[in-house]
């Protein structure tokens, strides 16, 4: 094993899941599986930007979302923390900044995020967000003392943990090319991406920037790709907007 079981998260995450730990593994996983469940049914619950029924049936029917619980994966609670966010957002702000800084557990899918909000002049969910993961980030020196930077950057940089190439969906794994031609490639997405964010309405800006953080975020499998599920319910229901802001 060795390697293969370094802990690829910020020092905040393991720190929150600590009380779990301290379980039987038995216990733990069936906990750790009925939090996972409560978070997708509380997602459907929350979103406001389409009827409940239509949100629950995109979710059964989204392979990303089946994978994440079956792998025991966190991708689920992302998905939550980006419902939190969207029913906050139009009267408490800053609250719901706080809730994307959550979202930094898997901060490689969100590069494109910031661009969205300044864009589109978020400043109190930037305050919230900026206000949130100050807090996390201090949890983490906390947690692993002043060196925990460096010692996170050498697990990230640590090829064993990026296993799988062929079965990324981001640009990384899409393309398999030389660095050189994947930066590139990058390049060119992030652009195109960015003009989209700050021309288009903001629904679009919000499926552009949630899908092309996925495509240029390096490491990311079939989990990861539940942060496209928001995105996918803005563009087939934004007319049918349960309570959001979103134009």
Sequence with gaps: MGDSLLCTRMPWVPLLL???GRLPYSVAHWVWLGLRIAAVIAFIWIWPHNPSWI????????????AALGTGQDAICILFWLGVWQRLEPKRPFLSGLAIALCTAKF???LLLPVYLIANRKWRVIGGASTGIAALLALSFLANG????MDYLRVLSNPIVHTGQSHMYSLHGLLSLPFTGELAVSVVVALLAIWGIWKLRPAYGLAIALSGGLLLSYHAYLMDCVVLL???LLMFGRNQSA???LE
């Design 243 to 245: 309570g959001g802001s």
């Design 18 to 20: 600590w009380p779990l």
């Design 230 to 232: 928001p995105g996918a």
């Design 108 to 110: 490689h899918l969100f």
């Design 146 to 149: 002043w060196t925990w930077p």
């Design 55 to 66: 949100t629950a049936m995109a979710v059964s029917w989204f392979l990303p979302v089946m």
